[in-house]
């Protein structure tokens, strides 16, 4: 882990009061679920589209497939650099469920009801992307296994672990974090923390 003064190279990537570590700290809330059958598993795309989708494992896997690299940062306070990322870009996600124009949010349901709330344009960003992969290995149970969302220009909280739906929306409404004081949108370069910041 670093501490103290940031080296040039992390100049301007490192948002105020945040550490760089090289470790990846496991913060969630409830259970870690553990898939043994994927099979049982889907994701569901539903809300203000025209054609409501629903993935299994295998065809969103049969997506193509995208690499990024990118900065994490958390609202506790850490920030992990260089993550090298695999998995199927939003875009390539929701290419032909038809948003619809009245959509402007996205709320993102997690496994145990966990939610979390994005303005569409965030969510839709190129840089946004529903991963399966972190350097190189596939995500432990603990890091989302098997989907979890990449929205690396927000607090990572943004970015559900568990991922089983997306839902376009016409309005915003807070999900669970947002409920318990955090943030609605979180840019951690502007330090929206809390509700309050």
């Known amino acids: 882990m670093f501490f103290g003064n940031k080296p040039a190279e992390q100049e301007g990537r ?8 090289d470790g990846w700290p496991v913060l969630h809330y409830g259970n870690v679920p553990y898939y043994e059958d994927l099979s049982k598993w889907d994701l569901q795309i539903f809300g ?6 629903r993935f299994t494992y295998d065809e969103l896997m049969s997506l193509p497939q995208s690499n990024s690299k990118n900065d994490i940062h958390c609202v506790t306070g850490w920030s992990k650099l260089d993550n090298e990322w ?27 009801g966990w939610t979390t709330n994005l303005p569409i344009e965030d969510f839709l960003r190129d840089s946004s ?5 972190h350097n190189g290995k596939t995500l432990t ?9 990449v929205v690396p220009h927000l607090y990572f909280w943004k970015s559900a672990k568990w991922l089983r739906a997306i839902e376009f929306r016409e309005n915003d409404v807070p999900g669970f974090w947002e409920m318990n ?3 609605m ?13």
């Not at 490192?14 to 570590?21: A, C, G, L, M, S």
């Not at 203000?48 to 989708?53: A, L």
């Not at 992307?129 to 992969?133: D, F």
């Not at 149970?141 to 969302?149: A, L, M, N, Q, S």
């Open 14 to 21: 490192v948002p105020p009061n945040q550490r760089v570590t």
């Open 48 to 53: 203000q589209v025209e054609n409501p989708k």
């Open 86 to 112: 695999e998995g199927i870009a939003v875009k390539d996600v929701v290419k032909d469920v038809g948003i619809k124009d009245t959509a402007k949010f996205v709320l993102l349901h997690a496994e145990e």
């Open 129 to 133: 992307l529903l991963a399966h992969t």
């Open 141 to 149: 149970p603990e890091h989302g296994f098997p989907i979890r969302v």
């Open 181 to 183: 004081g955090y943030h």
């Open 185 to 197: 949108y979180g840019d951690p370069f502007k330090e929206q923390r809390f509700s309050w910041d």
